[in-house]
């Protein structure tokens, strides 16, 4: 069929959108692609990514004047922009492959920094070039993303046998467009991940974060808390018990100071060797302003040390530690006190032991500890 047939008839038929004609013009490629992969398998199953994309290119151009699109309109841009073709200024195309024999892959990154801002229209081609015969698809770009995973950065996962309501932006209960588009793209991954894990019981969180929303950026190296300086324990110290007051609980409990573990180590990279003793060392509370009293649980001194440093932090949130609360600890947000909201918490657990706690911190009365806890 000669290229002005094709325009006509695609008038004909009232599809003559760019979407359309888009559309046609990946699912021939895809034919083309296969057809001269069948025909030299073991050139198409040596290419190497960079290879790959510049016979793409070259592809596109030999299909293009089978419709409405112009060969010379077809450009690699990879390295430098997102998609690594482009078709016209609203449409391209992003090159991924692998040697397995699967069609799964590590795809882009999910913040498309380097995205040509007038494409609208993605399409992904992907190589299989794995197995006996070397194959190539096309499929819509955000119909192939089944999950996200992290390497140096959020990444998404693709899957080019993906059902179009499998796609994580179905699990997330969003669009495509809506993500990219979202200047809180990572925090509302980030979230729905954390989400996602307690409500499948699994005592875990995303370890990834980046300066795209918080105000500073984390430590690759992982450091043991006792070569931390002592204004960085406090630092970590208060946040710890501000996000994860359940710690703060005297009653016994083999999971308490699970999440403050997980969040020390994955959002700060910091270990603590014993949990345990960074809110109970010293023993139990036998003496106030050196008046004997029945032995109470460490803790309470713990609280009543930092609950100024709370107050002054929770008073005046940053972003980042706004963020963090909305994720870990979101009963704080409910009204404006977010440390009368605090304090509340930590005094269920002083009624329990019949600890005058708000005494003790208005007061900021001198302890002295047992060697037993």
């Known amino acids: 069929m000669r290229t ?20 046609e013009f990946m699912g021939l490629s895809e034919i083309e692609f296969n057809d001269r992969s069948k025909k030299d398998p073991k050139l198409y ?45 609203y449409c391209g195309v992003e090159v991924k492959s692998t040697k397995d024999d699967k069609w799964t892959s590590i795809g882009s990154s999910i913040v498309e920094s380097t995205r040509n801002i007038t494409v609208e229209n993605i399409y992904m081609l992907f190589g299989k070039l794995g197995g006996s015969q070397p194959e190539f698809r ?16 959020p990444r998404y996962l693709i899957n080019m046998e993906l059902a179009e309501n499998e796609t994580i932006f179905c699990k997330m209960g969003t669009t495509y467009d809506e993500l990219r588009t979202s200047p809180e793209a990572i925090d509302k991954v980030r979230r729905y991940y ?13 370890w990834w974060i980046t300066t795209d929303n918080v105000e500073t950026t984390q430590p690759f190296n992982i450091t043991l808390w006792n070569t931390l300086p ?61 008046k004997r ?51 509340k918490i930590c005094l269920q657990y002083a009624k329990t032991e019949d600890v005058p706690l708000e005494e003790w911190i208005n007061e900021n009365p001198s302890f002295t500890f047992s060697k037993k806890d």
């Open 194 to 206: 954390r989400n996602k894990a307690k409500e499948e019981n699994k005592i875990e969180m995303p």
């Open 138 to 153: 096309f499929r819509p770009y955000q119909n192939c993303l089944s999950e996200i995973a992290v390497t140096h950065s």
């Open 230 to 290: 002592e204004t960085m324990k406090d630092d970590l110290q208060t946040k710890c018990m501000i996000l994860f007051p359940e710690a703060l609980n005297p009653a016994r409990s083999q999971t308490k100071y699970n999440q403050t573990t997980l969040w020390l180590c994955s959002y700060n990279q910091v270990i603590v060797p014993n949990i345990r003793d960074f809110y109970s060392a010293g023993g139990q509370i036998t003496h106030v302003n050196g």
């Open 45 to 89: 199953k040596g290419l190497s990514p960079s290879k790959l994309e510049e016979v793409t290119r070259d592809l596109l151009r030999d299909v293009a004047p089978m419709t409405p699109f112009k060969p010379e309109d077809i450009t690699l841009v990879s390295g430098h922009r997102f998609p690594d073709i482009m078709a016209t200024d």
């Open 293 to 343: 009293i029945k032995p109470i649980p460490q803790v309470f001194a713990r609280i009543v040390k930092y609950a100024g440093r709370i107050k002054k932090t929770l008073n005046d949130p940053s972003k980042e530690l706004k963020m963090l609360i909305q994720d870990y600890n979101p009963q704080l947000l409910i009204g404006e006190d977010l440390y009368s909201n605090w304090l």
């Open 4 to 23: 002005d047939e094709k325009i006509i008839s695609i008038n004909k038929r009232e599809i003559n959108s760019v979407n359309e004609a888009f559309a």
